[in-house]
């Protein structure tokens, strides 16, 4: 079984605190040694820049997580921007995993329709529209209600990055710019990472019209493994630690909602510190797969929730 991955800020850590993905004993949930473990093919690599910076300051920011990526591009890793590179890291004889930049929320564009194309040129092949906070876009989950949808320039960015081959993720992405995305796109959308609003009642998890919205115009929906995510209260004293279990049972629900052929693996990992208690990072990808399995998911439902599906999302929105 290969494994593939839509959202983790590893490359983010490896930036900022200068730790190795490729070392076996890095602090990092994901390294290069787990990932061959795990037979990971694939991972989108999260260029997040925090709220406080807008602007050339976010711009150069992101510039900083991708020179990182990049750094690491050699015999381990190989940039995927293509289907044809998608195609070259999926196959089993490859010796390189495949990584993606990936925005996530569109402030280092600074509203600026010519910075997607430079973006573009250094490999980002998917873009957050938002983060929690409101950005050139729209308002992220964040912020308090009553939200404000797409931007004109958000309006005119979602065409462009359609064009181009870009995903559009509406993750961190709340009611009403949600909608308004869902009017416009003319090919399959993601929600990255996220939880189930129906199972943890929070802004930031999709509800079930947002899962079938993704479901109905094929695309893709990746469950993440933040605590708070996916178990309610979870960081309130007294408020048992989540597991599997709990990861499990919104995967369960998303593919009741959405099918089982739209959902898959968004983990997060190492965009937050206090983990599930049997999943605190990929070395421990087997408990949520024998976890799955418990629940009656078959070997062929597996393939597709830990790698296939998000590979075959990924083959129909790059260029």
């Known amino acids: ?115 997607l194309d430079e973006f573009f040129a250094r490999g980002v092949r998917g873009i957050g529209l938002t983060h929690n906070h409101r950005n050139e876009v729209a308002d992220g989950c964040g912020c308090a209600e009553p939200r404000n949808g797409l931007s004109d320039f958000g309006r005119k960015l979602v065409g462009e990055m359609e064009r181009r081959g870009i995903a559009v993720d509406c993750a961190h992405l709340p009611q009403p710019a949600f909608d308004e995305v869902m009017d416009l796109i003319k090919r399959a959308p993601c929600i990255s990472h996220t939880g189930c609003r129906a199972l943890v009642g929070i802004v930031r998890n999709a509800d079930d019209a947002m899962l079938r919205s993704i479901a109905e115009r094929d695309g893709f929906i990746g469950i993440d493994f933040y605590p ?23 995967v369960l629900h998303a593919i009741k909602v959405a099918g089982i052929e739209h959902v898959g693996i968004g983990s997060d990992f190492d965009g937050f510190e206090d983990t599930c208690a049997d999943l605190k990072h990929l070395g421990d990808i087997d408990n949520l797969q024998r976890t799955l399995g418990a629940h009656g ?23």
Not at 230 to 238: H, Q, S, Y
Not at 308 to 314: D, G, Q, S, T
Request: net charge neutral; proline share 5%; hydrophobic share 40%.
């Open 1 to 115: 079984m290969i494994y593939a991955d839509a959202h983790a800020d590893t490359f983010y850590e490896a930036a900022l605190k200068g730790h190795d993905p490729r070392a076996e004993g890095s602090p990092l949930h994901i390294n290069l040694p787990r990932m061959r473990r795990a037979n990971q093919r694939l991972q989108v690599c999260s260029v997040f820049t925090p709220a406080r910076y807008c602007g050339i300051e976010a711009t150069s920011f992101a510039d900083r997580i991708i020179d990182c990526i990049d750094a690491n591009v050699g015999v381990d890793f190989a940039k995927v921007g293509s289907r044809k590179d998608l195609e070259r890291v999926a196959k089993a004889s490859s010796l390189r995993i495949g990584l993606i930049p990936w925005l996530e929320g569109a402030s280092p564009l600074a509203g600026d329709m010519a910075k």
């Open 228 to 250: 708070g995510h996916v178990l309610g209260d979870a960081f309130k004293p007294g408020t048992r630690r989540a597991t599997c279990e709990d990861v499990a049972a919104h």
């Open 297 to 319: 998911l078959n070997d062929s439902a597996l393939e597709r929730i830990f790698g296939a599906n998000l590979l075959a999302y990924l083959e129909r929105v790059l260029p």
